[in-house]
């Protein structure tokens, strides 16, 4: 294992995170850490992911709504577990409503969720990260998030949107604070998995109903995105189409 490329993924299960979770693990001398809500009710469906030349897969348990769920899977790891070269939170959700309408509740989920959930993740994941040649973080995040073009898109995302900024900022900071990381943010672009598509069956109906991007396109545009990256001066939010979006 310690020759391998260690990569976590949480919300490995379905849509993007599933996609990306088959993509590192079809590549040679791979570990790959899948993080979902339910091992039992999801490691069979990762079980049968092919996987490359050395690779192997081991599932387990974190639910970003957890305080305790990313310390603890990270401490039953097995002692000699050598590090980790890439993190990817990837877990998230999206509820749809105009500012005005936003709950308590609903405002408090979606940032206990996309940004408490990724943050967590990576204090959890630190020591092991440090211990990387080269080590990743990344955050699947949104053009929603952009203080400066989220808001004039126009969707009820006040909710989701703020929480989305919210990460970026995190995750520009850690950019700041550890000189050795490469802490990056990535718009996956409106992708057709199950929940891109439930919104734009909303928004876009007049089009078909189905979100903008393959899931194919979109996979291939983040894996390229993750493999290239390096630090930079200010730091970046990246995008699946190499354009990066303004904070």
Known sequence: MSTNTVVLITGANRGIGHALTAEYLSRPHTTLIAAVRDPKANSKALETLPKGTGSTLLTVKIDSLSP???KAAIAAL???FPHIDLVIANAGVTVFNPVLDITVDEYLYHQNINVLGPLLLFQATW???QKSAAPKFIVISSSLGSVKAGPEWGMPSGAYGASKASINYLTRKLHFEHER???LPIC???TQTDMGNESAAVFRAAEGGLAPVTLEDSIRG???E???AIRTEEGRFACYDHKDVAW
């Open 222 to 224: 983040v894996v390229k």
């Open 226 to 228: 993750i493999d290239g």
């Open 127 to 129: 020591p092991l990260l």
């Open 181 to 183: 990381l490469v802490a």
């Open 78 to 80: 097995p002692p000699s």
């Open 68 to 70: 305790t769920d990313a």
């Open 188 to 190: 996956p672009g409106w």
